[in-house]
């Protein structure tokens, strides 16, 4: 079973998401009822919803990169290492997820929002999950759950 825990900035007053805890945790129980795969764990992470400002520092800490992006990941395992964890541990944290909600495209739109919110969290649950797309054959594999997770939460 997947939980999420959800901080909010200041910033996101101004979105669509009335109650962001709310709204992802109605996703994660689609989720978690369509996904058997963490059927015996209790796999968290957090998501911090956030705006450019706050984003881009991090993005400069952690990545240097100093530029704003849309969503940042901070897996606490690697891949090959959550595997094993999974077998061994009922409860597994897995990191932490940062979104930009001013990088969110339509924001006049509150259906085209709400989508493009979706894709940010689940692509940074699946880097959680040890995903990566750093060439274009894990790229495609990353895709593929994300598609598979986003088909999930609808």
Known sequence: MIKINVIEDKIIRSC???????????????????NKKFKKNIIFCTILLTGSKEIKKLNKK????????????FPFHSKINLKSIIKKEKEI????????????????????????????????????????HQNEKD??????????????VK
């Open 62 to 73: 952690f990545r240097k990169k100093n530029k704003s992006t849309d969503v940042l990941s």
């Open 16 to 34: 669509f998401i009335k109650n962001p805890r709310n709204y992802i945790d109605r996703k994660v129980i689609k989720l978690n009822i369509k």
């Open 93 to 132: 944290y897995l990191g932490d997820i940062v979104i930009n909600l001013s990088k969110i495209k339509y924001k006049k739109n509150s259906k085209f929002f709400k989508m493009e919110f979706d894709k940010l969290w689940i692509h940074g649950l699946i880097h959680l999950f040890g995903y990566d």
């Open 139 to 152: 790229f495609k594999k990353m895709k593929k759950v994300e598609e598979k997770y986003l088909e999930h």
